[in-house]
């Protein structure tokens, strides 16, 4: 029996680097989008096949996606531009998506996009929400969500399913957290923004990765996962870790500074609440927490120690 082929967007990144090394260990043949020679040469490192185009290469994108057995979407173009404007960002996203379902419509393959936790609104109370609660009203940076188009996939009959990602993804010294770090070290100090005390979700890399087989495997169309673990991280815990690690102070910021600063997305994200449960995804596919450490161990004693010591340099 031949090799199963995956297609994946996104696989030069943080997650799917992870992602495509789990899948060539486990015998898939990975076809990856690549925007440049050196994502030729680092897919090439983890063992995939470098497929030249980007997000908007729409035809690229729906030949791959017939051509494989799998489809796994990662790409989102506020990537490569934080200030990208929200109409901008969703039109190429959702053409994305709409190339990549063309590819796999009436074949019944699996299309995994890449959600977020952040979909939903925080609890009034402050509990943790799950795949049912509220979304935003219209006109919220988070209303325009990578599932708005569901309905027209599920009438399509397209196998679509979702990972909905932690707002905060962490370990192997990458993500988030990397890029704080990378912000903090010319200032000399790091910052939180007041009050500080909004409660954040985290999730491991590999843990996140994990569950995009489970989706491929069980996952029934329609359906969405939070890829989620803890949900009681404050915000300002985060930056006082990172502080703590690099050896700076941690300054205290009000939300005007830092959308002068850093722009109004660093903004909302450093403030939003999300307290988002895995019990789905654990529940009825089985999946597992396997993280050694949370989000805060490995910031002071894991994968991000060696990284403040280099950026220290």
């Not at 050196?38 to 470098?50: F, I, V």
């Not at 996203?93 to 996009?113: E, F, M, Q, R, S």
């Not at 990602?165 to 704080?180: K, Q, T």
Request: include cysteine; charge should be negative; proline fraction near 3%.
């Amino acid at each position: 029996m031949s090799k199963q082929t995956i297609f994946i967007t996104g696989g030069s990144g943080y997650i799917g680097a992870v992602i495509i090394e789990y899948a060539v260990a486990q015998g898939y043949s990975v076809n990856a989008l690549s925007r440049s020679e050196s994502s030729d040469d680092k897919l090439r490192a983890l063992g995939a096949s470098p497929v030249r185009g980007d997000i908007k290469s729409l035809d690229v994108l729906t030949r791959e996606a017939r051509e494989a057995d799998i489809v796994i979407n990662i790409a989102d173009a506020i990537a490569s531009d934080f200030n990208i404007s929200q109409d901008e960002r969703w039109a190429t996203n959702y053409a994305a998506h709409d190339a990549l379902a063309a590819g796999v419509k009436g074949t019944n393959k699996p299309l995994i996009i890449t959600s977020g936790a952040m979909n939903a609104q925080p609890h009034p109370n402050d509990e943790e929400t799950d795949e049912t609660s509220p979304g935003w009203p219209q006109g919220h940076i988070y209303s325009r969500g990578f599932e708005s188009n569901k309905q027209t996939y599920l009438d399509q009959g397209i196998r679509i399913s979702y990972v909905r990602l932690a707002p905060y993804v962490y370990g192997r010294g990458g993500s988030g957290v990397r890029l704080y770090m990378k912000s903090f070290v010319p200032r000399g100090a790091g910052f939180f923004i007041l009050p500080g005390t909004a409660r954040t979700t985290t999730v491991h890399v590999e843990d996140a990765a994990r569950l995009y087989f489970i989706l491929a495997e069980k996952a029934e169309a329609g359906e969405s996962y939070n890829a989620t673990s803890e949900t009681d991280i404050e915000q300002k815990a985060i930056s006082e870790a990172i502080c703590e690690t690099l050896g700076v102070p941690c300054e205290q910021l009000d939300v005007e500074e830092v959308k002068e600063k850093m722009g109004h997305f660093w903004a909302i994200f450093m403030t939003a609440k999300c307290r988002a449960t895995n019990r789905k995804a654990r529940e009825q596919l089985g999946w597992s927490i396997q993280a050694e450490k949370g989000i805060l161990e490995d910031i002071r004693s894991g994968s991000y120690v060696e990284v403040a010591k280099e950026m220290k340099k």
